[in-house]
């Protein structure tokens, strides 16, 4: 076999680690990106995204995670980056929180460290932290955070370095009435290739509107930043772990960088256009997320906010990601769905799409498009 032509579309997490893993099995690759790597609009754009192998009882998602921390850590070593802080994540439930206790489960299978905490327990090691309310918890320690967009442009640039060829273009969306794909940017050039993986994200929907279209839900997710108090080291990423409270749809991760007290709030938001949104946080999500401080932590119930992001989900119905092939065209592939949760898969999600264009894996079941309905029923945390 020759050497073999793929073009990327998309270089968030999905796409950049692609073209990478492609690139490293042979091919020729071209990754094209609208408005850069992990640019302002894209769901991997944030200053930082959360590491985690705690998945409830989705196994797959736990494999994939504890995989996916071994590639990037490759990545760093590479990039010359430090882009991963191992600082331990604090799962925090409710009293015999089925969530925890599926997730200690998977952990003992897969031998993945952990440690069961009772409120009583977390009062004590985390005193900043406030237990009123709290029924139970789950510290998984070799967990953490990563910095997002800087592991991007990491991905990207090694990518390069391994031959990857870079373009900022816009794809048209593609006409899938016609019998072979035609993949053309905006001002009509034609991107030839053999293969193709349509890594665009919230955009997925737009580029593919027979396939994908309905099947992924782009909702408005909010992200604040609050300004930790003057000489007050409780709050750094070395005193405190990165938390997660589903049952109150609240995470944050500790003041990684002095870049502030990162509260995320995981419930799904309304629709919104990735490409004409305002980025302009609405002044109610800082009252839910004050009333939420004060519960837990305090200290910073009155903080200010130092910065503050709107960003996307891009939900298929349940959570799952969807890596498929398009229905009619076997050459292109779908690579998205991250869901809110997608960031930390990066490395597997391209080694699977590179071994799926080799041939060397199937289609996992949970991931392929017929699979994928257009009605909401969240079941991945
Ligand atoms: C607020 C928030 C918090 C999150 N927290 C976490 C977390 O803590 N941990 C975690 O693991 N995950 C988290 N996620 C999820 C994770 O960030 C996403 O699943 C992941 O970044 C999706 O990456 P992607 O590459 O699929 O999409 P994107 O990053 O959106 O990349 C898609 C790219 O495609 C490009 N593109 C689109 N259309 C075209 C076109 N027609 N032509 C050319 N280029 C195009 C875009 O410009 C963009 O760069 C979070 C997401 C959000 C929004």
Redesign the pocket.
């Known amino acids: 076999m020759g050497t073999r032509s793929v073009v990327v579309?998309?270089?968030?997490?999905?796409?950049a680690w692609s073209a990478l893993r492609l690139a490293r099995d042979g091919w020729q690759v071209t990754l094209?990106?609208?408005?850069?790597?992990?640019?302002g609009?894209?769901?991997?754009?944030?200053h930082s995204?959360?590491?985690r192998a705690g998945y409830g009882r989705d196994e797959i998602y736990t494999r994939w995670a504890t995989a996916s921390l071994t590639g990037w850590h490759w990545l760093a070593k590479t990039s010359g980056h430090r882009l991963v802080e191992e600082s331990g994540v604090l799962f925090l439930g409710a009293h015999g929180s089925p969530h925890l206790d599926e997730t200690a489960a998977v952990f003992r299978d897969l031998g993945v460290e952990h440690q069961r905490l009772s409120a009583a327990e977390v009062a004590a090691r985390f005193p900043q932290l406030g237990v009123i309310g709290l029924g139970d918890a789950l510290y998984e320690p070799r967990a953490g955070a990563i910095r997002?967009r800087q592991a991007v442009a990491a991905a990207v640039a090694v990518a390069r370095a391994h031959g990857v060829e870079y373009l900022t273009?816009?794809?048209?969306p593609l006409d899938e009435t016609q019998t072979t794909p035609t993949v053309e940017t905006t001002d009509g050039t034609r991107l030839e290739a053999d293969r193709y993986v349509l890594?665009?994200?919230?955009?997925l929907a737009?580029?593919l509107p027979l396939a994908v279209g309905g099947r992924i839900r782009v909702t408005r997710?909010e992200?604040l930043y609050f300004g930790v108090p003057a000489g007050d080291a409780r709050f750094a990423l070395d005193a405190l772990p990165v938390w997660i409270d589903f049952g109150a749809g609240f995470?944050g991760i500790p003041d990684l960088d002095a870049h502030g007290f990162k509260l995320?709030i995981d419930r799904h938001g309304p629709p919104i256009d990735p490409d004409a949104a305002e980025r302009i946080v609405h002044p109610e999500v800082v009252a839910t997320a004050r009333e939420f401080l004060a519960r837990r932590f305090p200290a910073l119930a009155a903080a200010p906010v130092v910065d503050a992001?709107v960003?996307?989900?891009?939900n298929t119905a349940t959570g799952d990601f969807l890596i498929d092939t398009h229905p009619t065209w076997e050459q292109v592939w779908i690579v998205?769905g991250?869901?809110?949760?997608?960031?930390?898969?990066g490395p597997a999600v391209g080694t699977h799409v590179a071994d799926l264009l080799a041939g060397r894996a199937a289609v996992e079941p949970r991931f392929a498009l017929a699979g994928k309905s257009s009605t909401a029923a969240r079941a991945v945390y």
Do not use: M, T
């Open positions: 579309v998309g270089a968030g997490v999905f796409g094209v990106d609208a408005y850069g790597p992990a640019n609009r894209a769901s991997s754009a944030d995204r959360v590491v997002a273009a816009r794809v048209r890594a665009a994200g919230p955009w737009g580029l997710q992200l995470y995320g992001r960003c996307q989900y891009e998205g991250g869901s809110g949760h997608g960031f930390k898969h």
